[in-house]
């Protein structure tokens, strides 16, 4: 499960069918459930970031799906029919949980930007008087691979860098977990000020002291 991330670059360089693409953001540090963020489509009139919210409402309850587990997407009522309504969501980081509850922050080695591959959906919300429609988007988890599984079992699936126009155009079928990025991670503990999500400023991505070790 992936329910915390950061997106701290002003600015990202991104490749798509050969083409650059550079992309603007607002640096956040404590990205949560629910929020208003920038992902990644493909439009009619090209590849461009677009704000969505993180989650899309259950059919069945209040809860929002906030992941969806990618071996199971092509199977699952929820998921299958957003197969051609696929996103990436950038980031340079994501937070997991010790069992002690202290946070830490999972980034690339080289500090590097990455993109998840995501699904959306559009969400009627009652208005006045017209129903109004909102974006709303979850991401895809995979195993943990052997960096992060000490931690946690699952982690975003990261969409292997030159493969990011395969995962908005081409589609997925069977063949999504072949596409994953395994390169290591790196982690380090941060403040337990991440654990509330109102708090979004930048010292929350600083290495905070080890309290506890893990075994």
Same mark, same amino acid.
């Given at each position: 499960m ?26 956040r ?102 129903p ?5 988007? $979850? !991401? ?5 691979? %052997?960096?992060?599984?000490?931690i946690?079992? *699952?982690?975003?699936?990261? &969409? =292997? ?14 063949? $999504? !977990?072949n596409?994953?990025?395994?390169? %290591? ?6 403040? *337990?000020?991440?654990?509330? &999500? =109102?708090n ?16």
């Open positions: 992936c329910a915390r991330y950061t997106l701290t670059l002003e600015q990202a360089r991104l490749v798509i069918a050969g083409l650059v693409h550079i992309f603007a953001f607002a640096p540090y404590n990205i949560g459930p629910a929020q208003r963020v920038p992902v990644i489509l493909d439009t009619a009139e090209g590849v461009k970031a677009v704000e969505m919210r993180w989650g899309i409402p259950s059919a069945w309850s209040k809860t929002l799906h906030i992941n969806a587990q990618a071996e199971n997407i092509h199977k699952t009522t929820t998921f299958k029919p957003l197969l051609g309504q696929r996103c990436l969501v950038p980031m340079d980081g994501f937070y997991e949980w010790k069992p002690d509850k202290s946070p830490v922050r999972f980034v690339r080695r080289r500090r590097e930007f990455f993109c998840v591959a995501g699904l959306w959906k559009e969400v009627e919300k009652p208005g006045i008087d017209l109004l429609a909102e974006k709303c988007f $979850v !991401l895809l988890t995979t195993a943990a691979n %052997p960096s992060v599984a000490p946690h079992d *699952r982690m975003p699936f990261i &969409v =292997r860098d030159g493969h990011h126009d395969w995962w908005l155009r081409e589609g997925l079928k069977d063949t $999504v !977990l596409f994953a990025d395994e390169t %290591p991670l790196d982690w380090y503990p941060v403040s *337990r000020e991440v654990n509330n &999500v =109102r979004d400023r930048p010292d929350l991505i600083r290495p905070a002291p080890m309290e506890r070790e893990l075994f």
